[in-house]
């Protein structure tokens, strides 16, 4: 059974544990595509997130991904507030694989967490992939990253037959 | 990687006491599910009762339920109880000191990293919601 096909069975949205002003408006939170005006949020959020103001390139992200260009750049707003965004793209014949959605920075806002935004953004672009005829979505995120671990295992993800290594070439 | 005993049976204990928090099981019930030895069970079931992942109620209708948190407890949490998973050898191995046994440490402790990654990010919540994921998937015996 392909990765998507195992999403569309289980959503379920996570329980509303947090009381916050964000959750006041949850019910009526929208996903849409990134416009320009989002990267000073995104770049804000992901600062928050990772420690590391990255402007140019989330810019650089939104020129290669943003309207369509070659992948999948989502955000969630509620009341027109931005909550947090996906971004992904396809990627094709890495090592023999055959076209897979790689999603590959995922962020919502601290205050909207555990409110299935974060289900909700990982919903629709497997949908996205899903609708150019992408069966299998693929991420890689570090060992000691608990808390994205934990989303995507949750989200029904699983160790894939590929595996990430490295070299040190630095002197 | 292989979980002790003792684990495994903690795990399948949990894990079916989560399933139906409301419920209360016996360790025979426990036990007949898996096919596992009651005697064992109950030994495993007491250390799960003083980590308060587990409540036991004595009498008629009385027996175990699941009574921690599914969203918090992770896979790793409830190995831990029972197996020293994240503790690196006490002793250095044979030859870790020659070049050889020093890279197949390294090996072995990059593999302990993805199981300990591994079980720390499947809740018990993650756990039952996404289980039925691996129903195809089991491995084929070759016997």
Redesign the interface.
Known sequence: MSSLNYHNLKIEKLQKTVESMSAKAINNFLIRDAVTNDISEIVKLDAQNTGLEKNEYWKAAFDRFGNGNGGFFLVAESDQHFCGYILGEIRAWEFGSPPCGWVFAIGVHNDAREMGIGSKLFKSICQHFQQVGIEKVRTMLARSDHLNMSFFRSQGMRGGPFIQLEINVSE | MKLNKATRFALFSVLELANNPERHLSATDIANKFDISSHHLLKVLHSLVRARLVGSVRGAGGGYRFIGNQ?RI?LLDIAEIFEDIRLPPVEAEAADDTEIGNALSQIMHEID??TI??L????V??FL??M???Q?DLPKSTN
């Open positions: 969203k992770t990293e993805i990654a591994t720390n990010s499947i809740s919540e993650t919601k996404t039925h994921f691996y195809d």
